[in-house]
């Protein structure tokens, strides 16, 4: 049985190929497949992805073994292994601090720190400074590293200073930070239709979705096909329906309420850390009817609840030193928890926009659909109408007269589905706006 191991990698990826007979294993080849520090990023992949298409089909293995990357021992490679957040060169910074005994501080801070990354941008057109694919300013964020997931997480409180060229956070923890972007010229959300685009067949205009401000096209090729007409812009009308949907959807609002609360039980489990006091009173009194006094006269129920009653006031004071780090514990276990529920909440938004997005496209499609069956329609009913005419005179014969009918049939049919089909995919649109479906 052959086997393909291979090291993942962008700029080196290491492989090797064994042979395994009768329980014993043989070395066939190994080595790397390198890709230039100089290229851009999709083509670093290209060039795996063909280095290791070679491999495969020169030995053609049964089974492929792909080693785990670990990605808390290098930052700089969790980095490298995300192709969807573009990170900036050089802007990097990890802040590590130890107690007077030298051990690492993870606790968060008591209170918030101002975290701040300069970048490049000399000659302030907008772009940072030796970015391929170029990075817009506007778009920078810092990412924080999370050590228990080795994933870079956006800091929320980002915030880009044109004037001083920086991007500042506020954080409560030590970690390693870096500005992160996704490239300007990134087109991967968006397509044209139709496709493949024909004239034979109709086709005069074609369509773009997702063209918007932080995409990168060259403004001179859309000016010129918007100027010969041959481009219509799809109206923004997708974002609106989604900011709308936002505030409407159940599943939305659901997942910010389960984010919130885990904010909350966060700021909870961080109570442990401090001292605890406590106030307590207690009250105390009985009766007896067997209770009597020296010269042997029973005890009145008044005179036994005064004399029996007992009073107590208190403070307690609990200082949490040593609790078996349960403490961290629980305050680690709550951010895992809101950071979860994070990850859920964003998820469920992009499914509503990808929702939102197709339901987009596909009313845009229904709409130019019923337009092309409406053009159709008019040309059929001209063909009947002339062919009425040369059937009346006898120039043409009843199969060819039936045959112009049925077409202009089939054509009234289509355009008929063509618009019911546009409503409908209309009324959707109107769903995620909130609007009551009527007919």
């Known amino acids: 049985m052959l086997i393909l191991g291979i090291d993942p990698g962008i700029a080196i990826v290491g492989y090797g190929v064994i042979d395994y007979q009768n329980g014993r294993f043989k070395t066939l080849d190994n080595g790397a497949v390198v890709t230039p520090s100089e290229m851009t990023l999709p083509c670093r992949l290209k060039c795996v992805y063909d280095g290791l298409s070679g491999i495969i089909a020169r030995f053609s293995p049964q089974a492929v073994a792909i080693e785990e990357l670990f990605f808390s021992a290098n930052a700089k490679t969790a980095l490298e292994q995300n192709p969807v957040h573009y990170p900036i060169p050089g802007a990097m910074r990890e802040f590590v601090f130890y107690d007077a005994q030298g051990f690492r501080i993870t606790t968060p801070l008591n209170e918030a720190a101002t975290v701040v990354i300069p970048y490049s941008d000399d000659n302030n057109d907008g772009f940072v400074d030796g970015t391929n694919p170029p990075v817009k300013v506007s778009n920078l964020l810092i990412y924080h590293l999370d050590e228990t997931s080795s994933r870079w997480v956006r800091v929320p409180t980002s915030h880009v200073n044109l004037a001083d060229k920086t991007v500042s956070a506020t954080v409560k923890s030590f970690s390693g930070y870096v500005l992160m972007s996704t490239p300007a010229s990134t087109l991967i959300n968006s397509y044209a239709f139709p496709n493949p685009y024909m004239p034979s067949a109709g086709h005069t205009t074609i369509t773009f979705t997702e063209i918007r401000q932080r995409y990168n096209i060259r403004e001179e090729l859309l000016s010129e096909m918007v100027e010969h007409g041959l481009v219509e812009p799809v109206k923004p009308r997708s974002d609106e329906v989604y900011l709308t949907a936002l505030k409407q959807r159940p599943e939305i609002r659901g997942a910010e309420y389960r984010y919130q609360s885990t904010a909350m039980q966060l700021k909870m489990a961080q109570g442990v850390y401090y001292p605890t006091l406590s106030f307590f009173a207690n009250y105390y009194n009985l009766y007896n009817n067997k209770y009597t006094d020296l010269k042997g006269s029973s005890i009145s129920f008044s005179d036994q609840l005064t004399n029996n009653q007992r009073k107590g006031l208190g403070l307690q004071m609990n200082i949490p030193i040593f609790?078996?780090?349960?403490?961290?514990?629980?305050?680690?276990?709550?951010?895992?928890?809101?950071?979860?529920?994070?990850?859920?909440?964003?998820?469920?938004?992009?499914?509503?926009?990808?929702?939102?997005?197709?339901?987009?496209?596909?009313?845009?499609?229904?709409?130019?659909?019923?337009?092309?069956?409406?053009?159709?329609?008019?040309?059929?009913?001209?063909?009947?109408?002339?062919?009425?005419?040369?059937?009346?005179?006898?120039?043409?014969?009843?199969?060819?007269?039936?045959?112009?009918?049925?077409?202009?049939?089939?054509?009234?049919?289509?355009?008929?589905?063509?618009?019911?089909?546009?409503?409908?995919?209309?009324?959707i649109l109107d769903f995620y706006r909130g609007i009551p479906i009527t007919l």
């Open 323 to 427: 609790n078996r780090f349960q403490s961290k514990m629980q305050v680690e276990n709550a951010k895992i928890q809101m950071l979860t529920t994070q990850l859920d909440l964003e998820g469920t938004k992009k499914l509503l926009r990808q929702e939102i997005e197709t339901a987009q496209t596909t009313a845009n499609t229904s709409l130019n659909r019923f337009k092309s069956t409406e053009k159709a329609v008019v040309s059929m009913r001209e063909a009947f109408r002339y062919s009425e005419e040369k059937f009346n005179v006898g120039m043409v014969n009843a199969v060819e007269y039936n045959t112009a009918k049925t077409n202009l049939v089939k054509a009234s049919s289509d355009l008929l589905r063509a618009k019911y089909e546009f409503i409908f995919r209309a009324k």
